[in-house]
């Protein structure tokens, strides 16, 4: 049975279990969000998201992307009170980011001209806005090396115990999702370091080219993703030794 | 004829921030070089094959590479990519490729049904077919 709700006046029909975000979103109405991402588990850490949703005779101010959609709920995404909460949100994360462009872009957009907060003092990793994305997408692909350690002011993000994790592989993943791209990530022609680890490159077996870190490979054999002889090679090295294959077979 | 220009066509409309995007088609020279002051060599057009049981797909954790009901490609939901690089090591034909700057693979989706490397061949040696 589908639940009948209403969006900024607009009847919409959604499907139990869906959140206000997603249904918002394909009817074509968007919501600023900074931690939100189709494909993992939703947390409701940015706040960027907030919407006021009138349920009865409640009525609060709450985040779009993990409230659960419910029969006759009235949902507003653009109050003068709802932009005044995004406001100071962004406001906030502004000064935790202030180099980050996603995050400088969505403040403009929001009216967020400058800070008045200050980005904490030593922070080990400057410019994370606690989205938790990178520990979501790690989670997600089994590895479970990151996590939001210590509380309040202290919190930040990083190897549980800020000690090396063999669970972390070097795969860059929580670096691609990063909203502020905080995460450092060097690479040389042989090893790839990465929240303070460093791993051994595959190197294509024609070219030398990097392909992966030795440890992805072997995660990736052992859960079956990749097969056991998997080939070596740079993806341009794939294409001539296919281009050789297909000319043999044609002239 | 090896003149790229199918290369090139792909490369400006996958640009990015007005710089040319890597080709998702590339020529292969395959030949003999010189032979008596002539050029022997043959060319290989080689792109992505829009494989029906696609490594790139299959591999991908978060479902992001999916097939367009209508023009029949793999391609590429960018906001459920998480990144990981799969899908480049996957391919067994090295049609895949994991940008390391962009943080997203680089994929042909044959430019939605009207592909430009096809548009451009001067020489009509690239054809769509249904
Ligand atoms: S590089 Fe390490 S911490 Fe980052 S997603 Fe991969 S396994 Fe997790
Ligand atoms: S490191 Fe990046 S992805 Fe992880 S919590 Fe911080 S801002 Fe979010």
Redo the contacts with the bound molecule.
């Keep these: 049975m589908s639940i009948r709700l209403w969006i900024d006046d607009r009847e919409v029909l959604a499907e139990p279990g869906e959140r206000i975000l997603e249904v918002a979103q394909r009817q074509g109405i968007s919501i600023p969000t900074l931690c939100h991402h189709p494909a993992l588990p939703v947390l409701g850490a940015c706040r960027v998201c907030l919407v006021e949703v009138q349920q009865g005779k409640r009525r609060e101010i709450t985040t779009a992307c993990n409230t659960l959609v419910q029969e006759g709920m009235r949902v507003a995404t653009d109050t003068a009170e709802v932009r005044g909460h995004r406001a100071m949100n962004l406001e906030l994360l502004r000064a935790r980011a202030p180099e980050a462009p996603a995050v400088r872009e969505l403040a403009t957009q929001l009216g967020v001209a400058r800070s008045r907060f200050r980005p904490p003092a030593q922070n080990p990793l400057p410019n994370c806005i606690l989205c938790e994305l990178?520990v979501r997408?790690?989670a997600h692909?089994g590895?479970h090396?990151?996590a939001a350690v210590g509380r309040g002011d202290k919190k930040r993000i990083g190897l549980p115990h800020n000690r090396p994790a063999e669970?972390?592989?070097?795969?860059?993943?929580?670096l691609s999702v990063c909203p502020t791209r905080c995460i450092l990530l060097k690479e040389t022609a042989t090893t790839r370091t990465?929240?303070g680890q460093t791993f051994e490159l595959v190197r294509c077996k024609s070219c030398g080219a990097p392909v992966m870190t030795e440890a992805q490979r072997a995660h990736a054999i052992r859960t079956k993703q990749l097969p056991e002889d998997h080939d070596d090679t740079c993806e341009l090295c794939k294409q001539s030794a296919a281009s050789q294959r297909l000319a043999s077979v044609v002239w | 004829m090896g003149c790229r220009t199918c290369e090139l066509a792909c490369s400006f409309v996958h640009s990015r921030a007005g710089a040319l995007g890597r080709p998702r088609i590339r020529i292969h020279a395959q030949g003999r070089g010189l032979e008596a002051g002539v050029i022997k060599d043959r060319y290989l057009q080689l792109t992505c094959l829009q494989c029906a049981e696609a490594a790139c797909a299959k591999v991908c954790p978060t479902q992001a590479l999916v097939r367009d009901e209508t023009t029949r490609a793999i391609v590429l939901v960018a906001e459920r990519c998480i990144g990981c690089g799969l899908c480049e090591a996957a391919c067994p034909f090295g049609h895949m490729h994991f940008d390391r700057q962009i943080r997203l693979p680089l994929k042909c989706d044959l430019c939605g049904g009207s592909p430009a490397c096809a548009r451009f061949c001067p020489h009509h040696a690239l054809e769509i077919r249904p």
């Design positions: 990178c997408a790690c692909l590895h090396a990151l669970a972390c592989v070097g795969c860059g993943s929580c990465i929240w």
